[in-house]
């Protein structure tokens, strides 16, 4: 019934290549025909059906089984059981060609969304920098500092040329690094971001710089940082845990803003 099916479907499309480079706009169920043992049928759009190669069938069931439309992979984090390295990139490159994938970069690739015209979205700067940086994976391993969060809270209206990022996956303790026309300042932390300690470590970190990065007074800049600290349910026994890796004169800005911490 389903070979039926498809096929019906087939009758209704204009045309067919063995070209196969349509951009596919409606997904259909993985199916196996029995003239096509050694293809997988992956998309049906308005003029073309598009069959993956078996070879290809490991990286791409992969590639949509850990990752959503428009979702930024990085070609370090994939881990495919029996691909090489060199495999991986060769079939990338294959199913980038073939318009299976985009490639936003080198190394950056993403299943592009496609609207209700057949049409792809492109995905951002910031949207890489956000899945690279700040959430791995689904993992918090970073979290945006400095100047950008300064702003983000309310405490300066300036907003930075450069977008700043405290990151597990900074390059250097300090390091300037372009997404595409975009540059970002990116920080190695005071110690592991985790999922536990993101939010502790950020209000530190905005502590610490608070004097250079903050254009309302102390006062002001207190009860800002207390609305966080309630938001994010943090206590003084968190922050306590963590003064050690900060300099002295984060104890002058606790002070000097009276910043306030939830009850344990």
């Given at each position: 019934m389903v070979?039926?099916?498809?096929?019906?479907?087939?009758?209704?499309?204009?045309?067919?290549?063995k070209s196969h480079n349509a951009i596919p706009n409606k997904e259909v169920t993985k199916t196996y025909l029995t003239k096509y043992k050694n293809s997988h049928i992956l998309t049906i759009s308005k003029k073309y059906i598009y069959f993956l190669k078996v070879g290809d069938n490991m990286l791409y069931d992969?590639?949509?089984?850990?990752?959503?439309?428009?979702?930024?992979?990085?070609?370090?984090?994939?881990?495919?059981?029996?691909?090489?390295?060199?495999?991986?990139?060769?079939?990338l490159k294959k199913m980038t060609d073939e318009g299976i994938i985009d490639r936003f970069?080198?190394?950056?690739?993403?299943?592009?969304?496609i609207n209700?015209?057949?049409?792809?979205?492109t995905i951002s700067a910031e949207t890489v920098a956000l899945h690279k940086y700040v959430s791995r994976r689904g993992k918090r391993v970073g979290f945006y500092s400095g100047y950008t969060l300064a702003n983000r809270l309310?405490?300066?209206?300036?907003?930075?040329?450069?977008?700043e990022i405290t990151s597990n996956y900074?390059?250097?303790?300090?390091?300037?690094?372009?997404?595409?026309?975009?540059?970002?300042?990116?920080?190695r932390p005071a110690v592991t971001i985790t999922e536990e300690n993101a939010?502790?470590?950020?209000?530190?970190?905005c502590l610490k710089d608070i004097d250079k990065s903050a254009e309302e007074d102390m006062k002001k800049c207190g009860k800002i940082l207390t609305n966080y600290a309630n938001e994010h349910r943090i206590t003084r026994?968190?922050?306590?845990?963590?003064?050690?890796?900060?300099?002295?004169?984060?104890?002058?800005?606790?002070?000097?803003?009276?910043?306030?911490?939830?009850?344990a």
């Open positions: 070979k039926q099916r498809i096929f019906r479907d087939i009758r209704r499309y204009e045309h067919l290549t992969y590639l949509v089984n850990n990752y959503e439309k428009g979702e930024p992979i990085f070609l370090m984090d994939i881990v495919v059981k029996g691909m090489t390295e060199e495999n991986i990139r060769y079939h970069d080198s190394g950056i690739y993403y299943i592009p969304k209700i015209f057949g049409e792809k979205s309310g405490l300066s209206t300036q907003v930075p040329i450069k977008e900074a390059p250097a303790q300090v390091r300037e690094v372009s997404i595409k026309n975009q540059k970002y300042l990116i920080r939010y502790v470590l950020q209000l530190l970190d026994e968190q922050v306590d845990k963590l003064l050690a890796y900060y300099p002295l004169k984060i104890y002058k800005a606790i002070y000097e803003t009276g910043v306030k911490y939830v009850s």
